[in-house]
């Protein structure tokens, strides 16, 4: 069975793509050092405690497993504290990933899927393709980008090939129950939305109610965490046969509002959810829809569980009061 170095593996995206990876007949040893990702995630593979600055350490977890590739996710990855607090996500960010690279070069892996985002974009009207000018609006998309063209000089000069993967928003929770979405703080909208409708928020935060969108709130263009799970282990396949630098979105192509993903969670868990109107936070674009065309025809994307419906309906055990969370975790 072919081993995947997974860092990150304990995080929200990282421990999903590890159940896909195994289902997928994949030993997935994730690397991680727990700084927002959970031990308990960790149930398709070895863990390897450990952070991504520190070479050695690294080395030592590559000698003891010899992987075949990695799998990028470990990262800082929180706009409103990337413009608080940029020299972190400048250290975590593009040193770690700097590191991460070092090590695999000395031993020799030459395959990497790498979490990109579309944050590396920033602001677009229109959907927004592979070849859409990089122009991100905040330190945390600065990193990520700058990370993207540490991989390509990479792959330009030594044995790397490489797949970044520029998702858009990722939602939802494992289909069978078995993970979710566990952060502290959270900061991402569906989960904000599924606090307050348990009534463990007072109510969820819009931030931005009149801009230039249908009605006044930011859109944006969510994908369920499965679907993108699946898309990484189509990824690796594709690496297998193909040399050089490539890129791909990973999303919908649908926008959907914050208002309009407040009215669904509304339906599907049956509760009114409180709002709080706020100004549109510094560094958050104002939409961002994929053409994820590339990823469809070439990796086989599929976005089935992706519907705004879907996306709660999965979600919602994690935050319901009813829902049994800690046992499963
Ligand atoms: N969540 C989204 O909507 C989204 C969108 C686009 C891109 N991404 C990217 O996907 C990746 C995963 O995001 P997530 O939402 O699962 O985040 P997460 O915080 O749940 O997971 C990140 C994991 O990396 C680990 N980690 C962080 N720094 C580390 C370090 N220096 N050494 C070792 N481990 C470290 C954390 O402990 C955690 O387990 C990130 O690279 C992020 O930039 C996420």
Request: hydrophobic residues 40%; glycine residues 8%.
């Amino acid at each position: 069975m072919t081993t995947v170095l997974v860092t990150g593996g304990a995080g929200y995206i990282g421990s999903h793509a590890c159940k896909a990876l195994a289902a997928a007949g994949y030993v997935p040893v994730t690397f991680d050092n727990l700084s927002t990702g959970h031990r308990s995630a960790v149930r398709w593979g070895p863990f390897e405690y450990g952070d991504l600055k520190d070479l050695p350490r690294l080395q030592e977890v590559i000698r003891t497993w010899r992987p075949a590739a990695v799998m990028h996710f470990a990262a800082s990855a929180y706009v409103g504290e990337s413009v608080a607090d940029p020299a972190s996500y400048w250290r975590n960010n593009v040193q770690g990933s700097a590191t991460l690279l070092e090590a695999m070069r000395l031993s020799g892996i030459e395959a990497l899927v790498f979490s990109s985002t579309c944050a590396t974009y920033g602001n677009h009207d229109s959907l927004i393709n592979e070849a859409t000018p990089q122009r991100p609006c905040n330190p945390y998309g600065r990193t990520k980008l700058a990370v993207e063209w540490m991989i390509g000089d990479h792959v330009a000069a030594y044995a790397l090939r490489a797949v970044c993967l520029r998702y858009f928003n990722a939602a939802g929770a494992d289909p069978d129950g078995e993970l979710g979405e566990d952060h502290d703080p959270e900061p991402h909208l569906i989960p904000r939305i599924l606090m307050a409708a348990a009534g463990r928020l007072p109510a969820v935060e819009i931030f931005g109610t009149a801009l230039p969108t249908p009605d006044g709130t930011p859109i944006r263009d969510y994908i369920h965490v499965s679907d993108l799970a699946d898309a990484h282990v189509a990824a690796l396949k594709y690496l297998s046969g193909a040399a050089g630098f490539h890129a791909f979105n990973l999303g919908t192509g649908r926008g959907t509002s914050v208002l309009a993903m407040i009215e669904a969670a509304e339906q599907v868990t049956r509760r009114t959810i409180p709002r709080l109107l706020k100004p549109q936070r510094p560094g958050d674009p104002v939409q961002l829809v994929a053409d994820a065309g590339a990823a469809r025809t070439v990796l086989g994307l599929r976005t089935s569980r992706s519907s705004p419906e879907t996306l709660i309906a999965t979600a919602w055990p994690w935050f319901s009061p009813d829902g049994d969370r800690a046992s499963r975790m």
